[in-house]
């Protein structure tokens, strides 16, 4: 069993930068590939990016490419999403996810623990 928490959103202009946080439980963490997901007012969630259990493995939506970046600190427990060069369509519900497997994975379907979601808003 493994518990995440998001933390680091925020309120941000466009343009500006911030850290979401994934924190987990459980000492069996660095076995498992993580996820990134978004949900905007009225729209359904979508895979922003992932990463494999090593980090060595990275997938990124389209829309994020080039401006968010992926990490993982297996020591800590944790994965981070950096956000730079946010724009105000990058205003969500940000989430993260994690399942007992090797490789990232960018299918919301197929992730097995959820965190309750970290707030993102960015302003024009």
């Known amino acids: 069993q493994v518990q995440l928490v998001e933390s680091g959103g925020g309120l941000v202009q466009a343009g500006g930068s911030l850290r979401l946080s994934c924190a987990a439980s459980g000492r069996t963490f660095r076995t498992y590939s993580v996820g990134w997901f978004r949900q905007a007012p009225g729209k359904e969630r979508e895979f922003v990016a992932a990463t494999s259990w090593s980090g060595g493995g990275t997938f990124y939506a389209d829309s994020v490419k080039g401006r968010f970046t992926i990490s993982r600190d297996n020591a800590k427990n944790t994965v981070y999403l950096q956000m730079n060069s946010l724009k105000t369509e990058d205003t969500a519900v940000y989430y993260c996810?994690?399942?007992?497997?090797?490789?990232?994975?960018?299918?919301?379907?197929?992730?097995?623990?959820w965190g309750q979601g970290t707030r993102v808003t960015v302003s024009s």
């Open positions: 996810a994690a399942k007992n497997t090797i490789v990232a994975i960018t299918m919301e379907q197929a992730y097995d623990y």
